[in-house]
């Protein structure tokens, strides 16, 4: 008995939500004219380079105003990506490079393809005043039928109301039942005009097939770029760690051995305690060789699984972290190694830049997708462009096409997610 009033509200808000949207829409497509009309005078006008002058100007207006459409056809469940090319780098602040831009403007298919769109709305987003115009006729009807049409039938002429002339009560009483099913249009037939229009948005603004591919094997080449970046880093890490470290520490058990060997016989106390510091020092090499494989593949890792992992790792932290994990198979090893390493590294932040006190890691998997969420109650302000840490963790999870996304606003918290699509792994499934 209750799901029927919550069925209700809930469509009376989309109703009410997509008569907004669509007065907006409306809006819009009044403004398309004016942009229409503008925008081809001064790309004609480029014939003889005054149109030059206004048209980066305009044809930001022009991409705003797609940018509105697009969000709002995503409102619908309609996503729509931006399918326009990258813009060209380091333009000169002078005439060439005005002349650049202008170039890239009008060498860009979605550039077109915004001008059609432009021309086709100015019709079909007329369509989004369809809401409101059902709403006002159906309170129209009612307010007929509540006597509205005595003051009109006075002079002996009725209010007609859809294919009923209002001069009578029982007149009134079939146009508010009319203004019952206009009512009933404007709530289901609302949001399935918005939706509607989405599909329009998402046809003439949207990335085509090839934009896709070409966008694709630009994100392919910049992520093969950043992975190979960042295996000559860790590559320059190991080998500075081995030579900085074991490297050295091997050298100095051989000189303390060639010492011992020398001084077996003639003083045998002396080559005893050469031997006790070269047992020091192989134990000392073994520990850092350890810390080495630790920090290319940890053990847990392998033996545990990312799950334990992920908790090893709240339990080695001196913050208070928390640790949910829904995790239900075990995941490829080259995945599980970029989160992994990507939650240390946040951690650490947590602890040195943040001065968090408490964190806490949540990773799941579902739909083919593993999400990671990594709170802080620091004091904020991280920032991805700043080029610290997490530009590192985001090159590493975009070589396996995952992304990073950062929430921090000074004061804090900090959100950190993680979304790396993978698949289980059913190779480590069958041998486990």
């Known amino acids: 008995m209750q799901t029927v009033p919550a069925t209700w509200r809930g469509r009376l808000v989309r109703a009410c939500r997509a008569t907004l949207f669509g007065v907006a829409i409306a809006a819009g497509a009044l403004l398309s004219v004016v942009l229409f009309v503008t925008t081809s005078y001064f790309v004609i006008l480029c014939a003889i380079g005054i149109g030059f002058l206004a048209l980066p100007y305009l044809t930001r207006a022009v991409r705003w105003l797609a940018d509105l459409n697009r969000r709002a056809a995503a409102r619908y469940g309609v996503p729509v990506e931006r399918p326009y090319q990258p813009a060209p780098e380091e333009v000169e602040k002078d005439i060439v490079g005005w002349m650049r831009t202008c170039k890239w403007i009008l060498a860009d298919p979605a550039t077109w393809r915004d001008m059609l769109w432009l ?44 294919s009923v002339t209002v001069d009578s009560w029982p007149a009134a009483l079939s146009a508010g039942l009319l203004a019952v099913v206009v009512f009933a249009a404007w709530v289901f037939l609302g949001p399935l005009v918005l939706r509607g229009y989405a599909y329009f948005v998402r046809f003439l603004l949207g990335p085509t097939r090839r934009s896709q591919l070409t966008s694709r094997v630009r994100y392919l080449a910049e992520t093969r770029s950043g992975a190979l970046d960042v295996q000559a880093a860790e590559l320059r ?44 020092s192989s134990v000392q090499a073994l520990r850092e060789l350890r810390d080495l494989v630790h920090g290319i593949h940890p053990p847990v890792l392998a033996e545990r699984g990312l799950a334990d992992a992920l908790r090893a790792l709240g339990l080695a932290s ?48 579902a739909d083919g997708v593993l ?62």
């Open 371 to 432: 999400n990671a969420l990594v709170t802080d109650d620091g004091r904020g302000g991280a920032d991805l462009s700043a080029g610290s840490g997490l530009e590192g963790i985001r090159r590493r999870l975009a070589s396996f096409d995952g992304v990073l996304e950062i929430d921090s606003p000074q004061g804090g918290p900090t959100v950190m997610k993680m979304e790396l699509p993978c698949a289980l792994s059913s190779q480590k499934t069958s041998s486990s």
């Open 318 to 365: 001196p913050l208070g972290v928390s640790v949910e994990t829904d995790l239900p198979g075990p995941l490829p090893d080259p995945v599980e190694s970029a989160v992994y390493f990507a939650v240390s590294e946040l951690l650490a932040n947590a602890l040195k830049h943040a001065d968090a006190e408490t964190v806490q890691v949540v990773a799941r998997y």
């Open 119 to 162: 021309l086709l709305n100015c019709v079909v987003g007329l369509a989004g005043f369809l809401p409101a115009a059902l709403l006002y006729y159906a309170g129209e009807g009612l307010f007929l039928a509540c006597g509205l049409w005595l003051p009109l039938a006075d002079d002996g002429t009725g209010r007609w109301y859809a």
């Open 237 to 280: 890490r190991i080998e500075r760690d081995l030579h900085d470290g074991a490297q050295a520490r091997l050298v100095s058990l051989g000189l303390q051995l060639g010492s011992v060997d020398r001084k077996m016989t003639r003083d045998p106390e002396v080559a005893r305690l050469l031997l006790r510091q070269a047992r020091a």
